[in-house]
C-alpha cells in the first residue's frame, strides 16, 4: 500500500494479557517510529528504529513494552501483562531516513483498550 | 528539557473567520518545528515544517505558520478557516540536535469550524 499500515486497528484485551500490535512502514522508509497517544498526556514517543536498530527507546514506559524490527520493515510493539494505564491509540509512524529533513508518514493507530 | 505547549486546548470558530493557534517551545539549541493536523477519523499528516531561512513559512491548505525566536513560538494561522479545517492540530519540536527524528508533540488543539 502506499501509507503506513498498522494492525489491529482496535483491540480489547484483559488487564494482564500480553498484545502485539503491528507496524508496516511504507517500503523504502529506513526509520520507523511509535508513538502513543493517550488522554491527559497527548502524543508521546515511544522508541525509534533505523534499520533494525533502535538507537532511542528512551520513551517506553517500563520493562513490559519491548519493539523489535525485522528485515528492516515490519515492527511489532508489545505490551507484557497489560494495565488499564496502557490503554491508548498506538501510532506508527516512517520516514525515508533518521533526521529532521524527513518527514514522517504516520498511520491510522491501534486503539488498545484494557479492561 | 524540551517540550511544547499549546495554549488553546479547543477552539470552536464560524466559517470564513481568522485562526490563530498558539505553540511556544522550549528548547535553547536550533530548532526544527513542525505543525501535524489529524482530521477526524484520519492519520496525522504534515502541514508545514520549520527548519532554517524564512521564519513565515507557508504549508497546505493555505495554513501558515510564524517563528519568532525571542517569543520561542511557532503559532499557526490562516485568513479564513472552512468547516472541512475541523480537526485536531499539533505543534511538534524535533528532539535535540534532530539525528534520530524523534518528535516532542504539544497536546493538540481541537478546532470545530461551525459552518
Known amino acids: 500500500g502506499a501509507g503506513v499500515s498498522q494492525s489491529p486497528s482496535n483491540k480489547v484485551t484483559e488487564k494482564g494479557k500480553d498484545v502485539e500490535l503491528r507496524c508496516d512502514p511504507i517500503s523504502g522508509h529506513t526509520a520507523l517510529y511509535w508513538y502513543r497517544q493517550s488522554l491527559g498526556q497527548g502524543l508521546e514517543f515511544l522508541i525509534y528504529?533505523?534499520?533494525?536498530?533502535?538507537?532511542?527507546k528512551s520513551g517506553l514506559p517500563s520493562d513490559r513494552f519491548s519493539a523489535e524490527r525485522t528485515g528492516g520493515s515490519v515492527s511489532t510493539l508489545t505490551i507484557q501483562r497489560t494495565q488499564q494505564e496502557d490503554s491508548a491509540v498506538y501510532l506508527c509512524?516512517?520516514?525515508?531516513?533518521?533526521?529532521?529533513?524527513?518527514?514522517?508518514?504516520f498511520g491510522d493507530g491501534t486503539r488498545l483498550s484494557i479492561l | 528539557a524540551q517540550s511544547v505547549s499549546q495554549h488553546n486546548h479547543h477552539v470552536i470558530l464560524s466559517e470564513a473567520a481568522s485562526l490563530e493557534l498558539g505553540c511556544n517551545y522550549s528548547?535553547?539549541?536550533?530548532?526544527?518545528l513542525f505543525w501535524y493536523v489529524q482530521y477526524p477519523g484520519q492519520h496525522l499528516q504534515l502541514l508545514l515544517k520549520y527548519f532554517s531561512g524564512d521564519p513565515l513559512v507557508k504549508g497546505i491548505k493555505g495554513f501558515e505558520a510564524e517563528f519568532i525566536k525571542s517569543k520561542f513560538s511557532f503559532n499557526l494561522r490562516k485568513p479564513s478557516v472552512q468547516w472541512s479545517d475541523t480537526a485536531e492540530y499539533f505543534c511538534a519540536l524535533l528532539h535535540g540536535s534532530g539525528n534520530t527524528g524523534k518528535l516532542i508533540f504539544g497536546q493538540g488543539t481541537t478546532l470545530q469550524v461551525k459552518p
Open positions: 528504529f533505523q534499520g533494525n536498530s533502535a538507537p532511542d
Open positions: 528548547y535553547g539549541g536550533t530548532v526544527n
Open positions: 509512524a516512517s520516514s525515508r531516513g533518521g533526521g529532521s529533513n524527513q518527514p514522517q508518514h
